[in-house]
């Protein structure tokens, strides 16, 4: 093998030397470190609402539940995790609905749903914002896609006093109707008449 061939072989087997190396670190940024830091970031964000949580103590809540075949809501008392700002108690009596009755009653919200933003403004009106699954399992017809709605407002309103009116949104988006029926471009207000009151 001639001198030149001799360089050209070294020089070529130095790049892929250095292509492996460049693609092992690549390889690890990718698969270790950022899962690293993806769960570290959770990590921070648990401990964030933990201290919140403990900041506030527990309160004494009344959720407002749907009862399809009668057509009302029903209440029911829970004592949850309670922050010290009505955004963060908005979230939480969103997430206590999320997860469902205590006592057997029926859902308002699917429990795939996530919670996409909450935002409260001075004026009263709590803008929250459901992930696409909020659109699911709905009992057909207006009445119950009513009743699934006013159990989002009543029981935020029940709680907070801040909370004046309420504007739902799916993924960020305003949308015509939970599932073809329920008006969702306009803003709720409390209905305490939907209330059973033997409940």
């Known amino acids: 093998m001639s001198r030149r061939a001799k360089i ?8 892929v030397a250095a292509g492996l190396f460049y693609l092992r670190a690549l390889a ?19 401990s964030q609402v933990a201290l919140q949580s403990q900041a506030g103590g527990r309160e004494t809540v009344v959720l407002y539940f749907p009862s399809y075949g009668e057509g009302v809501l029903v209440k029911e008392v829970r004592r ?9 108690r908005v979230r939480q009596i969103l997430l206590a609905l ?15 749903t996530s919670i996409r933003a909450v ?9 929250v914002d459901f992930s696409s699954e909020v659109l699911a399992d709905f009992a057909p017809g207006i009445e119950s ?15 907070i006093p801040a909370v004046k009116k309420v504007k739902i949104l799916v993924q960020g988006q305003e949308v015509d109707a ?3 029926h329920a008006d969702l471009t306009d803003y709720y207000v409390p209905d305490p ?3 059973n009151k033997a409940h």
Do not use: C, K
């Not at 935002?119 to 803008?127: E, K, S, V, W």
């Open 119 to 127: 935002f409260l403004t001075r004026d009263g009106t709590a803008y």
């Open 178 to 180: 939970l599932d073809g």
């Open 145 to 159: 896609e009513s009743l699934a709605v006013y159990s989002i407002v009543d029981s935020l309103a029940a709680n």
């Open 28 to 46: 690890r940024r990718i698969f270790v470190e950022t899962p690293l830091r993806v769960e570290q970031e959770a990590r921070a964000q648990l």
């Open 80 to 88: 949850i995790a309670w922050a010290a700002e009505d955004a963060d």
């Open 98 to 112: 999320i997860e469902g009755s205590h006592q057997g009653h029926e859902r308002a919200v699917s429990p795939s």
């Open 193 to 195: 008449s939907r209330v």
């Open 8 to 15: 050209a072989l070294v020089v070529v087997l130095a790049v």
